[in-house]
C-alpha cells in the first residue's frame, strides 16, 4: 500500500534517554513534516523537509533533530527525553509544486505514541 | 497564542441530528482545510477551501470559508455514526509553507 509508515508506533523510555523515531513515505513526495500533538489533541508543527532541505524548523528544543536521508525518509531524533517530550508524534508527507501559493494535502502516518516515565 | 479557535470543542449528538463547528481566527489565510482523526490513526483530509465566501459539499458535509478568509465552518446534516471523530482545521498564511492547526472539535455520534 502506498503511504506514510512511522516506527515505532509505541515508544515509553525513561527520563534522559535518547531515542529516534522514523518516517517513510512511498507517494513519491517531495516534502515531509513532523508534528507533534499533544494530550489534549493540538496538532502542532515542529519541522519541514523539501527535497532534504530544511524549509520550517518551529520553536522546539535543540534536543529535537531532524535528518532526512533522501527525500522519502524522515527521521526525530531527540536527546535526553523529558517528562513534556510525552506525546504522539505525527509525520506526514506532501507534494510540493512550485512556489508557496499551492496548498497541498498532507497525508499523516499513523502517528508514534511516545511516553516518558 | 493559539491562533485558530474551534468551537465547540466537544458535541455529542443523536444520530440523525444537524451540527456545525466553527473554526475562527483573527488571522487571514490563504486557504483553510479541514480533517478528520479517529482514535489511534493520522488526520485525514477532508477538504481545501481558498476563496472568501467559497462552499464545498463532500456528501453530507458542507465546508464554508468566511468572506474574509479568516474563518470557516463545517456542517454535517443527517450525522451517522460513523462521522464520530475529532475534526481539525487548519489554516496556511500567505507566503508560508505550512499550516497552523485548530484545536479540534470531538464529535461523538450516539446511534
Known amino acids: 500500500d502506498t503511504a506514510v509508515s512511522q516506527t515505532p508506533k509505541y515508544l515509553v523510555t525513561q527520563m534522559g534517554n535518547d531515542k529516534s523515531i522514523k518516517c517513510e513515505q512511498n507517494l513519491g513526495h517531495d516534502t515531509m513534516y513532523w508534528y507533534k500533538q499533544d494530550s489534549k489533541k493540538f496538532l502542532k508543527i515542529m519541522f519541514s523537509?523539501?527535497?532534504?532541505?530544511?524549509?520550517i524548523n518551529e520553536t522546539v528544543p535543540n534536543r529535537f533533530s531532524p535528518k532526512s536521508p533522501d527525500k522519502a525518509h524522515l527521521n526525530l531524533h531527540i536527546n535526553s527525553l523529558e517528562l513534556g517530550d510525552s506525546a504522539v508524534y505525527f509525520c506526514?508527507?506532501?507534494?510540493?509544486?512550485?512556489?508557496?501559493?499551492?496548498?497541498?494535502?498532507?497525508?499523516f502516518g499513523p502517528g508514534t505514541r511516545l511516553t516518558v516515565l | 497564542t493559539q491562533l485558530l479557535e474551534q468551537s465547540p470543542q466537544f458535541l455529542s449528538i443523536q444520530e440523525g441530528e444537524n451540527l456545525t463547528v466553527y473554526c475562527n481566527s483573527s488571522s487571514v489565510f490563504s486557504s483553510l482545510q479541514w480533517y478528520r482523526q479517529e482514535p489511534g490513526e493520522g488526520p485525514v483530509l477532508l477538504v481545501t477551501v481558498v476563496t472568501g465566501g467559497e462552499v464545498k459539499k463532500l456528501k453530507r458535509l458542507t465546508f464554508q470559508f468566511g468572506d474574509a478568509r479568516k474563518d470557516s465552518s463545517l456542517h454535517i446534516t443527517a450525522a451517522q455514526t460513523g462521522d464520530t471523530g475529532l475534526y481539525l482545521c487548519?489554516?496556511?498564511?500567505?507566503?508560508?509553507?505550512?499550516?497552523?492547526f485548530g484545536t479540534g472539535t470531538r464529535l461523538k455520534v450516539l446511534a
Open positions: 523537509y523539501n527535497n532534504k532541505e530544511l524549509i
Open positions: 487548519a489554516g496556511r498564511f500567505s507566503g508560508t509553507y505550512k499550516y497552523i
Open positions: 506526514a508527507s506532501s507534494q510540493k509544486t512550485s512556489g508557496v501559493s499551492t496548498y497541498n494535502e498532507q497525508f
